[in-house]
């Protein structure tokens, strides 16, 4: 399972990051498809250089050619001036899988649970806060993931 070889990936590599988008949605209980994988790290060069390298030894390729250090270093830039919310990393051989890291949320700014996922441990972000993060983004799709969050409450 994708989900799993990329938590693998980032505990082996000892990555802070939590699941948001629509997987940790899906998680928390509410029903949602997607195929990518959102997540959000502790920003920290060394933690946005060991995710990326993490990334790549599973054969995901970022769509971008900048460097993790760039990203980093250049990330609040890249938001104001290049509309860039994510870092996208994508998989040549499976298009299907991508993974996309939220240059707009620090995991030090969020609670984050471990939830079992076919017996292996993943870190999500809490529902308190992947509520907060759906509804400040405002997009219809998040809008409607906050809702679901809430009935489930």
Request: glycine residues 4%; proline residues 3%.
């Amino acid at each position: 399972m994708f989900l799993l070889r990329i938590a693998q990936a980032l505990e082996g590599a000892k990555v802070s990051y939590a699941l948001v988008g629509g997987f940790a949605v899906a998680l928390h209980g509410a029903v949602r498809g997607t195929l990518d994988v959102d997540l959000i790290l502790r920003f920290s060069e060394k933690q946005f250089v060991a995710a990326e390298q993490a990334l790549q030894s599973i054969g995901l390729k970022p769509r971008l050619p900048v460097t993790a250090a760039d990203v980093f270093r250049f990330r609040e830039e890249y938001i104001k001036n290049r509309n860039l919310h994510a870092w996208s990393f994508v998989n040549p051989d499976r298009p299907s899988e991508i993974v996309d890291v939220i240059l707009t949320e620090n995991l030090a700014d969020v609670k984050v649970r471990r939830m079992k996922v076919r017996g292996q441990a993943v870190r999500v972000v809490s529902v308190v806060d992947l509520i907060r993060m759906k509804e400040a983004s405002a997009r219809p799709q998040d809008l409607e993931d906050a809702k679901a969050l809430r009935d489930l409450s």
